[in-house]
């Protein structure tokens, strides 16, 4: 789908806001109510917009800290990584999980309570998940950016 410049100005104004009306985008884009209706519509049904969803503080939940965990499988075969990837989808502290290229096979963006909490992630779930030959982990001090905003050209 090409964008045009109504189309981005949506799109910038839904990342930061997807709880705005259908009126204050409209005029926000300098648009008629229905065809900023139609925009959007048509937006969701191209797959641009995926969802909405409600954005939690992560200390606020309770969550205070992340962990980026790089994971090595014994084997690069297709069984083994499709078991992998069904598997870590069903613990909820990944929060992310990325096929990589390089030493390691998956880097993992984990939230954790605590270190104790991290413990017991790491004992019973990623030192389970199947195929895993290694996991190495780097602990976040503090998030200097982070976004949620893609940026669009």
Request: neutral net charge.
């Amino acid at each position: 789908m090409k964008l045009d410049r109504f189309d981005r100005i949506i799109l910038t104004a839904l990342q930061r806001d997807g709880r705005v009306s259908n009126v204050q985008l409209a005029n926000l884009v300098n648009l008629s109510e229905s065809a900023c209706l139609r925009r959007v519509r048509a937006l969701e049904q191209a797959g641009l917009i995926e969802k909405y969803v409600a954005l939690l503080d992560q200390k606020a939940a309770g969550l205070s800290g992340t962990v980026f965990v790089h994971i090595a499988l014994r084997r690069e075969e297709q069984s083994e990584l499709a078991a992998f990837e069904i598997a870590v989808k069903n613990i909820p502290e990944i929060m992310e999980c990325y096929l990589m290229t390089g030493e390691f096979d998956y880097l993992l963006r984990v939230v954790v309570s605590d270190m104790a909490d991290f413990e017991r992630l790491h004992n019973e779930g990623l030192t389970r998940l199947p195929g895993v030959s290694r996991v190495n982990s780097s602990v976040a001090i503090r998030t200097v950016t982070k976004s949620t905003e893609l940026p669009l050209p």
